[in-house]
């Protein structure tokens, strides 16, 4: 229902998908098995970790607010396909679980839970330091080391394993 839901929205907005008004095709991909297996394990075994330190830190200390920053990075999973549209990014039809469809799009599994920990965690320690008034350089310097460069080095990975392709015209691209 969701699924139909998320599509309509999306066909409705007007926004063109590729191969319509000069929106290019993507290219037809082969992923590298392996790499698309260990990066379910990654993500499903993050997302496992950081609910469990979830509920620790529920049960042990009565603290909420990690259980909704984990269930923000669920949601925020989902915008993920929007991201993937505007930087002209594409998923392997071969890579194993691609069966999660979002705004019309067919996405592989583990972007289901993908930010869940990093959200949860992350999130919870940037709230840390803010509320012990770290410095603005040391908030930056988590979200590189903790999200930006893993993030680079997963997506390299990916794109010369097969497992996704940058095609079209990439707007953060600055080679263009």
Do not use: C
Not at 80 to 97: F, K, M, Q
Not at 118 to 131: E, H, K
């Amino acid at each position: 229902m969701l699924d139909r839901v998320s599509t309509w929205a999306y066909s409705g907005s007007g926004v063109l998908l590729p191969g319509e008004g000069g929106v290019p095709v993507a290219p037809a991909l082969h992923a590298n098995q392996m790499v698309a297996w260990v990066s379910i394990a990654l993500a499903y075994g993050g997302a496992a970790v950081a609910l469990a330190w979830v509920l620790w830190k529920l049960g042990k200390h009565r603290q909420v607010l990690p259980l909704v920053l984990f269930i923000a990075g669920l949601v925020a999973a989902n915008i993920e396909p929007l991201g993937d549209l505007v930087g002209a990014i594409v998923y392997a039809n071969d890579t194993p679980w691609f069966g999660y469809t979002v705004m019309g799009r067919r996405m592989p599994a583990w972007i289901l839970v993908g930010a869940s920990s990093y959200v949860a965690i992350g999130g919870y320690i940037a709230y840390r330091y803010i509320s012990q008034g770290r410095s603005l350089r040391d908030i930056f310097m988590l979200s590189a080391i903790y999200v930006g460069i893993p993030e680079i080095v997963i997506e390299m990975v990916w794109h010369f394993t097969g497992v996704i392709a940058y095609y079209g015209h990439n707007p953060v691209s600055y080679t263009h």
